[in-house]
């Protein structure tokens, strides 16, 4: 009896982190809340996303998302801004910082 516990062990390991791993339909609509909170949270006029989101580990709990757009502040006369926003996936808050000295590589 011993033998087929050891024996099945790995299989049965294997098999429950298998099925802890998120579909491609659950991580596209992840990304689109994160998204979507993150133009929320955007201080920027006509924002759109740069490159793809930096997604940290469970541990650190947050996503990077780089976010492009123009200052709507009239001081400003609508020059092209960049913002950084951090999301906590846990609560779904977004939060965005001025990244205007973030450069973009190709």
Known sequence: MKRIIVALLPTL????????????????????????????????????VLGEPIEYDDNTGYSALLLEGRYSQQHMKNR?????????????????SEA?????VK
């Open 13 to 48: 390991l294997l098999s429950s982190t298998l099925a802890q791993a998120s579909s491609e339909e659950a991580w596209q609509k992840s990304r689109q809340i994160m998204t979507q909170a993150c133009i929320n949270a955007s201080h920027l006029s006509k924002v759109k």
């Open 80 to 96: 092209r801004g960049r913002e950084l926003c951090l999301f906590q996936r846990s609560s779904g808050r977004a939060s965005v």
């Open 100 to 104: 205007d000295k973030l450069r973009w």
